[in-house]
């Protein structure tokens, strides 16, 4: 048996979704940057669903069906006002009530592709709702209903902040929820994958995918990245904090990436909003900090940042708070774990790989009082 630590480099399924070549990304054929330059993430998600951009007419019916299933049972707020909330990270709360919202779905176990489908609509429309819904209780605030008549990215930041946002902010918004739509076979999706594999249900795929980006080699290094800016604290710190963390050989959260060897081609564009909107909210050092790291760390170990470095800047500058950071990252990956969930319905396997065995060889039963 030949073990591939980390399956690196194992081409574990063919898929149709999205692919990263010579560190370009396509979401089915369209390249990152024209989608994060022109695309609604609406259309993103009909792309990823369909493999085709959505009509207008397409659009639309996609824009109303999540409009009209964006509630979520008022069973999952009283949920939330049972947790020890001072205690409870978001994403352990998203994970249990995406969870929950199975066992109000009539649908839950019925595994027809319509049925399918109608629940990838429910769960993209509904993920909304449950994190801005969590936000807002934690703080003692009332949910705020979602709005029929507003787009994806403008509706989550009215419903956490009860104030219609500008257009700078939906147009930030939107671009990074394009930006992290889907990833090809990235361990979130890959755990989504495995587990409906198995024809377990859509909700079990998506709890499990949650858990997975959860973890800070993954999702949860927005989060980290903020942690560290905020320790670092001044541009005077980058220097002297950076290196130590080399010398120590500590990671430096937000750089380096499994695939990409010459960089991370969604990067860029949340370096470029996080320029902007440091400047706009009058935090600049944000930006400064973050791009002086990113100089520090590409010259001593020649890794560029990845989706997670400057996002967190960004996030940030959106006034949302840090530890909603991958809960975010989960909305948009909803659509590219749905995506992934339909395509191995439709051409499953159980997945099942080996392992090579490293315990002790074949022994003989001690009783108990033998033992010791
Ligand atoms: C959306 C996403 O999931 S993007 C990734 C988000 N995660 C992070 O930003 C966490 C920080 N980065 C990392 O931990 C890693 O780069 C990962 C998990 C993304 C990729 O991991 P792997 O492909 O397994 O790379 P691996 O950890 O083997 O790193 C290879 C070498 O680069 C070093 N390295 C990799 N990332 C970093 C980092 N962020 N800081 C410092 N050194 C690093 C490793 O220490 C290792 O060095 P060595 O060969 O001297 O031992
Ligand atoms: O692909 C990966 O390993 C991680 C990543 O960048 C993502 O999920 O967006």
Redesign the pocket.
């Given at each position: 048996m030949t073990v591939t630590r980390?399956l690196?480099g194992v081409v574990a399924t063919t898929s149709s979704i999205s692919s990263i070549i010579d560190d370009t990304l396509t979401y089915v054929g369209y390249d990152i940057d024209d989608l994060a330059e022109n695309a609604l993430f609406e259309e993103v998600i009909y792309l990823l669903w369909h493999r085709e951009l959505p009509t207008r007419q397409q659009l639309e019916e996609l824009k109303q069906q999540l409009a009209e299933n964006a509630a979520i049972p008022k069973e999952i707020i009283e949920h939330f006002k049972q947790y020890p909330i001072d205690k409870v990270h978001p994403m352990a709360a998203l994970r249990t009530a995406i969870s929950m919202l199975g066992l109000y779905d009539e649908e839950a176990d019925v595994m027809t592709k319509e049925a399918n489908y109608r629940k990838a609509i429910r769960l993209q429309a509904k993920i909304p709702t449950v994190v801005t819904a969590f936000a807002r209780v934690r703080k003692g605030l009332e949910p705020v209903e979602p709005r029929k008549d507003l787009g994806f990215a403008a509706n989550f930041l009215y419903m956490l902040t009860g104030k219609e946002p500008n257009e700078t902010a939906v147009e930030a918004f939107n671009k990074a929820l394009v930006l992290h739509a889907d990833h090809e076979l990235?361990a979130s999706t890959f755990t989504a994958r495995v587990c409906v594999a198995t024809l377990s249900d859509v909700y079990s795929g998506v709890t499990a995918a949650i858990g997975a980006l959860k973890g800070?080699?993954?999702?949860g290094?927005n989060e980290a990245v903020m942690k560290m800016l905020k320790e670092i604290g001044t541009i005077d710190n980058v220097e002297s904090y950076i290196y130590k963390k080399?010398e120590n050989?500590e990671?430096?959260?937000?750089?380096?990436?499994?695939v990409y060897r010459k960089g991370d081609p969604r990067a860029k564009h949340l370096k470029k909003m996080s320029e902007k909107l440091t400047k706009l909210v009058g935090e600049p050092h944000w930006y400064e900090m973050s791009a002086r790291i990113e100089e520090i760390?590409t010259s001593e170990?020649s890794?560029p940042p990845?989706?997670?470095f400057y996002s967190a800047s960004v996030y940030h500058c959106l006034g949302i708070d840090h530890d909603l950071f991958t809960p975010i990252f989960a909305v948009s990956r909803m659509s590219g774990w749905l995506a992934h969930i339909l395509e191995q319905y439709d051409n499953n396997r159980l997945i099942r790989p080996r392992a090579e065995y490293t315990g002790p060889a074949k022994r003989a039963y001690v009783p108990i009082e033998q033992r010791g």
């Open positions: 980390g690196e990235n800070p080699l993954h999702g290094a080399l050989k990671k430096i959260m937000g750089f380096g990436h499994r760390v170990k890794l990845n989706v997670d």
